[in-house]
């Protein structure tokens, strides 16, 4: 051993050295620890104070992987650690210029429907290791394209119905205005049962403005959206989420009296709002009514159909039928019968007897006409049946006696 010969080395006593170790390797660990965490805590802050986001977050995240352990990799990518890097303010930058926050509000995150379920990683199956690989995208939505894909890992069966829409048939045609999953339920803050119907019509003015700002002031828009009623049709009402179709196609317009006799057909919720169940079964019985029920029983779509329920009361600007501005009320309504009829007059609309059956109170003289009709054509055709009926039995008793008289 090397050293002065006369160096002089003292034994440490066994059951000293026993009770020592620990003390010294715990205060080694604890130090290591203290020295890492200080460094995660401030050179990543100087680094972004710096605009150097990126490395920030390489050195954060090889810090927690230190502290962990090697082995520990699989599940160091777990959301917290995730979220101590993406909580602070970085930045990707695109292609194009621009750039992309990838800041993500660890509040938000963790109450959405993925935050206690699903590993970041599940979505973002292309971060490997830390510092990440680098990524690059041609603008913002060719990041969403990309991160799209993950959704369909886990809905499929959502997928499936999506890729029958008309949304899905813009996306393949190449439009990349299109919505993706993302657009609708958000990214990292995703509400759990999906889009709440409230919150639909918001949704989709991102894209459709202007038939939003009809359907907000309508007589729809203005139950849902100012008044919570739930049971007042949202956008997906009548444009199912996932397999919504061309409402420009004749496909589509041959349906809408189908679409709106789902509400207006439920006599509960009718006369919840004092409105009449029985104005799709009115529609059904004269001419514009008979002709749709027509072509839909022999499938054959003419190219232009008789008028359905949008063609007069709107489509997403539907209001009260008392509204001075509603297309249906009477001062209104010689207009609106003008698109299809051009010759009408003041007398055209004066015939028709809306959508509510005649009654005692409500058009009498047709209810009166109609019910005396109901009673004197069958006591007519009774009566001549009678008549009949009489008359072949004097037939019969004629020619029994003849046939007495000659015998």
């Known amino acids: 051993m090397p050293g002065p010969a006369d160096r002089i080395f003292r034994r440490i006593p066994p059951l000293a050295a026993l009770l020592i170790s620990p003390v010294l390797g715990t205060v080694f660990v604890l130090g290591f620890i203290f020295l890492t ?10 680094l972004i104070r710096r605009g150097r986001g990126g490395r920030a977050a390489g050195l954060f995240l090889a810090g927690a992987v230190l502290l962990g352990g090697p082995a520990a990799w699989g599940q160091a990518v777990s959301n917290e650690m995730c979220i101590n890097c993406h909580k602070l303010p970085l930045q990707m ?15 938000d995150f963790g109450k959405s429907a993925h935050g206690s379920l699903l590993l970041c990683t599940a979505c973002h199956t292309d971060i490997k290791k830390v510092p990440h690989d680098k990524l690059e995208f041609e603008d913002r939505r060719a990041l969403s394209l990309h991160y799209s894909r993950a959704c369909t890992s886990c809905h499929g069966g959502k997928f499936k119905e999506f890729q029958e829409g008309i949304h899905w048939r813009l996306l393949s045609a190449g439009d990349r205005r299109a919505p993706l999953c993302a657009d609708c339920h958000g990214a990292h803050a995703i509400t759990k049962g999906g889009v709440a119907k409230g919150f639909t019509p918001q949704a989709c003015a991102k894209c459709h403005e202007k038939p939003y700002r009809q359907y907000e002031t309508s007589v729809h828009g203005r ?3 100012q008044n919570g009623a739930k049971d007042v049709p949202g956008c997906s009402t009548c444009h199912p989420s996932h397999t919504g179709q061309d409402p420009r196609k004749m496909e589509f317009r041959i349906n809408i009296p189908q679409l709106c006799a789902d509400c207006h057909q439920n006599k509960p919720l009718m006369e919840k ?20 029920s027509l072509y839909r029983e022999q499938r054959n779509l003419p190219p232009r159909l008789t008028a359905v329920c949008t063609d007069c009361h709107g489509i997403h600007d539907i209001l009260r039928v008392k509204d001075p501005d509603s297309k249906v009320v009477r001062e209104n309504l010689m207009r609106t019968c003008q698109k299809c009829h051009p010759d009408a007059s003041l007398n055209f609309p004066a015939s028709w007897l809306s959508h509510y059956p005649p009654s005692t109170t409500r058009y009498p003289l047709v209810f009166f006409l109609r019910l005396f009709y109901f009673i004197f054509v069958p006591a007519i055709i009774a009566c001549m049946l009678f008549h009949v009926g009489l008359d072949f039995a004097a037939e019969l008793r004629a020619r029994r006696r003849s046939r007495k008289e000659r015998a």
Do not use: C, N, R
């Open 273 to 292: 709002y004092g409105l009449s169940s029985q104005v799709v079964s009115t529609y059904l019985e004269d001419f514009h009514g008979a002709s749709i």
């Open 223 to 225: 139950g849902l959206i």
């Open 93 to 107: 930058k695109l292609k194009d210029g621009s750039s992309v926050s990838l800041q993500i509000p660890a509040a």
């Open 37 to 46: 965490l200080a460094a995660m805590a401030i050179i990543p802050v100087k």
